[in-house]
């Protein structure tokens, strides 16, 4: 399996680190072409606005990229305003940075895990396709609509890899 992490603007780096760990050989996909060669991708965080506007610049079209994509914060946000996973996100929901935080998310196979959720945007609604696999109280910060996954929080910032490991499993699935 290669994985490869759009390495345009982010965390993406932190990504290919954490993936390192589970021996998952990465590529950094700056351009389009790239696509081909790789059996899922991760759009990291970082800033949504610039992260779309070099997708575009780029001329990425990842509507046609039919394989399994996993989307952290301003990752997230990207997949939703591109829709490629049918959520309404809204940005910075907790405040400036200086309300970012770090807490417990569970997720629904029972484990938990740390989530750092920095500038995070919320799921602020959700249809019955999107299946929930995280909740930080109340609120879904990781979810899945067929073969796309979001968080809304950064798992590529710990040292956990559970989060990767799903995305992962669904790759094997596809
Ligand atoms: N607030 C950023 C945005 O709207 C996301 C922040 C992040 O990825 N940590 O793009």
């Given at each position: 399996m290669k ?9 993406f ?8 760990k589970l021996?998952?050989e ?8 790239q696509l ?5 991708l991760?759009?990291?965080g970082g ?16 509507k046609?990229?039919?394989k399994?994509?996993?989307?952290t914060c ?7 305003e ?6 309404k996100?809204e940005r910075?929901?907790?405040?400036c940075?200086l309300y970012s935080f ?5 997720l629904e196979?029972g484990?938990?895990?740390r989530g ?5 945007p919320k799921?602020i609604n959700?249809?019955d ?11 879904p ?5 067929n073969n796309?996954m979001?968080?809304t ?5 710990t ?8 995305f992962l ?6």
């Amino acid at each position: 399996m290669k994985l490869g992490i759009l390495a345009l603007q982010g965390s993406f780096h932190e990504h290919i680190s954490l993936l390192k760990k589970l021996d998952v050989e990465t590529i950094q996909i700056k351009l389009p072409e790239q696509l081909n060669e790789i059996d899922g991708l991760i759009i990291p965080g970082g800033e949504s606005t610039t992260i779309l506007q070099l997708l575009e610049k780029y001329k990425f079209n990842l509507k046609e990229f039919n394989k399994a994509i996993f989307g952290t914060c301003a990752g997230c946000i990207v997949l939703a305003e591109l829709g490629l996973i049918d959520v309404k996100i809204e940005r910075n929901a907790y405040g400036c940075q200086l309300y970012s935080f770090v807490d417990d998310v569970l997720l629904e196979n029972g484990d938990k895990v740390r989530g750092v959720f920095i500038r995070a945007p919320k799921i602020i609604n959700l249809n019955d396709e999107i299946e929930i696999l995280g909740k930080h109280n109340e609120d879904p910060v990781l979810v899945k609509q067929n073969n796309i996954m979001v968080a809304t929080f950064h798992p590529e910032l710990t040292k956990e890899t559970k989060v990767h490991e799903l995305f992962l499993g669904m790759i094997k699935e596809n």
